[in-house]
């Protein structure tokens, strides 16, 4: 609580000052319905992944960037953004998650950044995913979708190199000897190739989360590397990655691939599907999602998702209403 | 004291340069950093402006990537604390999806440097070529003003007649690409440039 307290309070104490500079900012408003129906529980249900996931639930919340500029160009970037979500399941309560909160400092060479962002580790440090329905293998256990700390990362003619040491506890904030060491080098601008291949790696003793839950006190170590790959070409996406390494000295790997494609006029309508297979800790996690995404508006965006987990016996149905919308004071 | 008074919203569908750091220094090698503004056309004028723009593009905005209230990034590009220069990118209907073209340009409005950040079509890579690219550098608004981006041609004399297209399989992206230029151009003119010229600061 009293960390959550200082992220909202210095949060606050940078926006209202910065509402000033009244072109280098943008604000937007978000707002998500989710809603589904799973086969193993035999209910309907009121998230994509689980309960005490951070995402995807209903919520509200905003995203920020602003720039701070002098006389010769920009100096520092600083981005919040913040949902709060319902856990709709049983006694209903109240959630606020914060996923971006970092300054970072640009100097000639490479940007530094420090707080809550993405550690430099995997296919999800380069892709967005904070309204999606299907997630990549941050949200299987493998690396952080966000963690607290610092990094440092820098755009090369060919691609992008960083490295990041966050406490590798997630969403949370907690300090029980954990850490987590990272690097990510990647080549190819996707945009402007069509093409991006990252390799990671990764070292730490991290915690086991779900979302804001702490699964245990214990931390494990972990030691990793991944491979990632992203192609685009005419209306097709592919993105793969592979994972191996070990985690509380037990063999993991992970195998992630999703495809996707880009249907009517602007691409409006994006069909997709993911095949995810983990073992970790002497299981095997096997699962198929399916999923549309629909630009209705430049605001509104319709998704859904059908996902077959075979080791928990589920298939599950969600759908998802997203508003997304800048303001300017 | 701080107005809290809201204005128009505006959608999400911008076009920002993906790793300015490193484009900045690849279009302005001379350049020591760069400032980063949004603005948006409701923001600076509204239907009023809107209708100006439509009427120097010769067509209306419309779909996903053309409403008054896209939020346009752009870049002021510096060498110690003098402006050298703009960069701005535009969102625009593509043969699949959305390409994004983006224009270097001098302080007077002339493009220095052309490039696509996003453009899917399997024969990318002849329009990605610098050499598509190099046609349209020095070209202005002005050179602009006799194309019409619904017919494709154009009318009268002008520059633009001599940019060749050297992929005919994508012709759609083509003419997509001359019409995204045409659109930077008057916002950027609208933006950047008229109000530089005025004092005014954005």
Partial sequence: MFKKTIAWTLFILAVLPCLAFSSSYLLFLEAQGIAGYSTAVKKAIFFSMSQMEAMQKPSLGFDYVQRFSGASGDFAVLAVQARLAVNADGDKTLEPQLYNAYLKIKTRSVDIWIGHNRPKFGLVSSLDTHAQLLQPLSMNGLGFDRDWGVGVEGDYAEGNA????????????????????SGRYSRGILNQDNYNVGISVGYGRILDVAGYHLMSETPMEFAGAGLDFSWLKNNLEHRVEFMAGTLDDQGVFAIFWRT????LEEGRLKLEAQPVIVFARKKTQTQLSVGASYLATPDWTLRAMVQYDRDMKDVRFVIQAYFYKGIRF | MISLAVSPLFPAVGCDLNDPDRDV????????GYKTIYVSVAQKGGQELLRKIEERLGDKFKGLYETADVPYTMYQIFK?????????????KGQFGGIQVFLALDLQGNIRAFYFQRLTNQYAKLLRDPSFGRQFVGLNLKDFSNYDVVAGQVKGESRVAAIKNPA????SDFRAALRATKKNLILCDEFLIQRSRNGEKN
Wanted: charged share 15%.
């Fill in chain 1, 162 to 181: 960083g490295i990041s040491l966050t406490t590798g506890s997630g969403m949370p904030l907690y300090f029980k000897g954990n850490f987590f060491l």
């Fill in chain 1, 260 to 263: 996707g494609i880009g249907l």
């Fill in chain 2, 25 to 32: 220094r690849r279009l302005f090698p001379e350049s020591t």
């Fill in chain 2, 168 to 171: 005919p399989e994508a012709e």
């Fill in chain 2, 80 to 92: 110690g604390k003098e402006l050298i220069g703009y960069i701005h990118g535009v969102n625009q």
